[in-house]
């Protein structure tokens, strides 16, 4: 009995320091959270420290990431020689790594020593330091001693740690040792002149680079549920609950105390709230884990810039088993946040297209908006390499497209992977600038030339913003979790696995295609910046949480113009269906409420039913491909008109007043269909909105051959302009470029050769011609004189 009392008391007191550090953790990330969201180096605005980093990924020999090579006597000479070589080339700063498996060895005991010897090197020859930081490698100690922290499956398979995927952040003991791990590195590189800053985390997931494939199908597998995921999650429930009965009443359970509070593991038919809140919270904890790292940090090296980076836009990923951040959330935690661009990886069935980078660099763009400009944590540097599949060769004229673009759609820094290419696993030999033996490729030279270029600009470059925007597509991630876990489509039909993320692409398309700029707002940001726009469109928006319809509501009263598309506010943010559909109220916003809803295999057909300014391109009897729904209407309000119909009549596109605003619905995913079948009038009919509402390109082209692709963009400083300007296509052009003129005085200037160019003006407009090579860049610097 004194045995099992003995117990008790150890269990009763264990829970208590475990409760303890819950409270403990609850206040700091809250604290956290508020002071990054206040701007964590002060201002937007000098948050880079008046530099512009372009880098290579190397720390030392040719090892891959994570892996180190132990500092040996010929380390200062070899390593001096490799970062001469980068400078030479025409990089201002080198991208070295740690991993906590290899530099905390021992508990406690931290070796930096490659760390700090390839910071000093760096300062002898003039170079940056940017760190990398990886704590998904794990020392074998930590699971030893806290073996409770291994990641657990939703099936209750646990994962044992082969250095990675590392143990379960939301331990005390690990969490508090990582935490440590950040601090000592800060320490160790604080007083270095030539340390710039960090990437406290590489592609953000619960579960990174491991394939545990083991575990059962990963479509169906989620993480984390060791206890201590489990108990904060419930400490999150208490946040957005307060109390049991509510989380009762949310999720349909029964549960009598907290304790038995378990994250959902499978869907059912009653309800999928829980799934909803697992969800969220996820997003939640991947961005407060974040912010944790970034104030270990600062705390030691506060004026040290702190990063991180997705490992694609968050545009195109959607909730999956390891766990997906909001890209919005997680710029919140740190200086800049950042993506991964890949456009030749391994795994992709073919490179990307100009339309999809272009839709992913917007996305990331606008998502860190907040914090003016983004980080590319790794930029593509050679072939892509995934055991015995391997992808099309990447060539300078890639690199100089690729760099180009990022710094046109407002990057403020460019670190490109690798140095020298992966020197083991099953990408060995992939992704190099140089070939492993140390031989320069036309890559390096050319990516250096552009890093040269960006270096004696700086200022421009650092002090000019992309052109703003007055059309924003909304981003609403709770659209991907109609449903719950149950995500199918009708039988048939095409597409289905990122119904959101190939509506918001064929959507952003339709603009790209005319030179329109568009934005992409994050639901959370409709509060306080939809009024800057003067119109939404809102694909997919079949589930939505009721503040942010109520948000739509308010922008369309007060005078902006809104397209909804099929299904609007169907499901609410718990899960439950809307009376009327169009839910939340938006039926008295769109003048009208569903009358028949019909699945459709493949594409089907809406036409046009009159001619109306909201439709300049199109004309009676022109139709628009439907794809998933065919939603019809009833009309409820008489100013409203029906713009388009389905093929029995009935209305299909409908354009109603609001107070003072205008808002339209369409009874299908236009934008989808537009990325799947290219019908012309899709992308009419979408762009066409822009210039209904007098929305016009700031820059029009006239290229020949005209089937060509000619993308621009535009940076805008004080007295000045930087217009990029990209062949898009397989083929040499010539164009004709005509913007209006920003000064009575102006100056044009190729920024690369310092060629003053030759143009034409009126009152108002300047035009001037050039010629591109097939995938060809030329930069202009554009001058007040």
Not at 332 to 349: R, T
Not at 487 to 500: I, K, R
Not at 686 to 712: D, F, H, Q, T, Y
Request: aromatic share 12%; with cysteine.
């Amino acid at each position: 009995m004194k045995q099992k009392k003995k117990e008790r008391e150890k269990m009763i007191s264990r829970r208590f320091i475990f409760l303890i550090f819950l409270i403990i953790l609850s206040i700091l990330i809250s604290g956290e959270m508020r002071s990054f969201g206040a701007s964590p180096q002060g201002a937007a605005g000098d948050r880079h420290h008046g530099f512009f980093p372009v880098s290579v990924w190397y720390t030392g020999g040719t090892v891959r990431a994570p892996m180190i090579e132990p500092v040996s006597e010929k380390s200062r000479a070899e390593w001096k020689k490799d970062l001469e070589q980068i400078k030479k080339l025409g990089f201002n700063t080198v991208r070295c790594w740690l991993e906590w498996a290899y530099n905390e060895k021992e508990e406690g005991k931290y070796d930096f020593s490659s760390l700090q010897l390839l910071t000093d090197l760096a300062a002898e020859v003039g170079l940056k330091v940017i760190c990398q930081v990886y704590i998904d490698s794990a020392p074998e100690w930590v699971g030893k001693k806290y073996p409770e922290s291994a990641f657990v499956a939703s099936n209750d398979l646990k994962v044992h740690s082969q250095s990675s995927p590392g143990f379960c952040f939301d331990h005390p003991s690990v969490q508090e040792k990582i935490l440590n791990f950040f601090s000592a590195a800060a320490r160790a590189v604080k007083d270095k002149p030539a340390f710039y800053g960090w990437d406290l985390w590489s592609e953000p997931h619960i579960i990174n680079w491991s394939e545990v494939y083991h575990l059962g199908d990963l479509r169906y597998v989620q993480f984390c549920y060791c206890p201590s995921s489990q108990a904060r999650f419930r400490e999150w429930l208490k946040k957005k609950y307060g109390t049991i009965d509510r989380v009762n009443q949310a999720w349909h359970r029964t549960f009598r105390h907290w304790a038995e509070v378990e994250p959902p593991r499978f869907g059912t038919i009653l309800t999928y709230t829980d799934y909803v809140d697992w969800q969220e919270y996820i997003s939640d904890k991947l961005a407060e884990d974040l912010a944790l790292k970034a104030r270990a940090i600062k705390k030691v090296f506060p004026e040290s810039v702190v990063t991180s980076h997705s490992a694609i836009p968050g545009l195109f990923s959607r909730p999956s088993w390891d766990g997906t951040p909001d890209d919005r959330k997680m710029n919140d935690s740190v200086d800049y946040y950042g993506v991964s661009i890949y456009p030749k990886h391994a795994g992709a069935v073919r490179p990307w297209t100009p339309f999809f980078r272009s839709a992913g660099l917007d996305f990331v763009r606008s998502m860190s908006l907040k914090n003016e400009g983004f980080y590319v944590g790794e930029l593509q540097a050679g072939y892509g390499v995934f055991g015995m599949k391997v992808s099309v060769p990447v060539t300078a004229a890639d690199l100089r497209d690729w760099m180009w673009s990022m710094v046109a759609y407002g990057a403020r820094a460019i670190n490109i992977y690798a140095y020298y290419p992966m020197s083991s696993g099953y990408e060995a030999g992939g992704y190099g600038l140089i070939e492993l033996d140390g031989q320069i490729t036309p890559r390096a030279e050319e990516a250096g030339r552009i890093a040269r270029t960006i270096s004696q600009n700086m200022d421009l470059f650092l002090k000019s913003r992309p052109q703003s925007s007055q059309v924003a597509i909304v981003y609403n991630p709770l659209s991907h979790m109609v449903g719950g876990q149950q995500t199918f489509t009708s039988e048939g039909q095409p597409v289905g696995y990122n119904n959101l993320s190939e509506s918001l692409q064929g959507v952003h398309r339709a603009f790209f295609e005319r030179g329109i700029k568009v934005d992409f707002i994050h639901v959370r940001d409709l509060k306080d910046k939809a009024a800057s726009y003067r119109l939404l469109i809102a694909p997919y928006p079949v589930m939505i949480s009721q503040p942010y319809v109520q948000d739509l509501v308010k922008y369309v009263e007060e005078g902006g113009t809104l397209l909804a598309e099929a299904r609007a506010g169907w499901i609410d943010e718990k899960g439950f269906a809307f009376p009327v559909i169009p839910g939340g109220g938006l039926d008295k916003v769109l003048g009208c409420r569903e009358a028949r809803l019909l699945p459709i295999q493949k594409t089907g057909q809406m036409t046009i039913s009159q001619s109306h300014p909201a439709l300049p391109w199109l004309k009676p009897g022109d139709s628009l491909d439907t794809v998933f729904f065919e939603e019809t209407f009833e009309i409820t309000d008489k100013r409203a008109s029906i713009l388009a119909t389905s093929t029995d009549g009935q209305p299909m596109l409908v354009l109603a007043p609001y107070g003072k605003g205008q808002a339209l619905i369409a009874g299908s995913f236009l934008g989808s269909a537009y990325h799947h079948f290219r019908n012309p009038n899709n992308g009419k009919f979408l762009a066409g909105l822009a210039e209904w509402l007098g929305i016009k390109a700031e820059v029009s082209v006239k290229s020949r051959p005209e089937s060509s692709v000619v993308e621009w963009r535009l940076l805008e400083g004080k007295d000045y302009r930087l217009l990029f300007v990209f062949n898009r296509g397989e083929e040499k052009i010539s164009a004709t470029l005509t913007m209006s003129r920003p000064w009575p005085g102006i100056e044009l200037r190729n920024l690369e050769t310092g060629e003053k160019i030759l143009f034409n003006q009126d009152q108002n407009r300047v035009n001037f011609n050039l010629e591109l090579e097939p995938q060809g860049v030329k930069v202009f610097l554009i001058k007040k004189v």
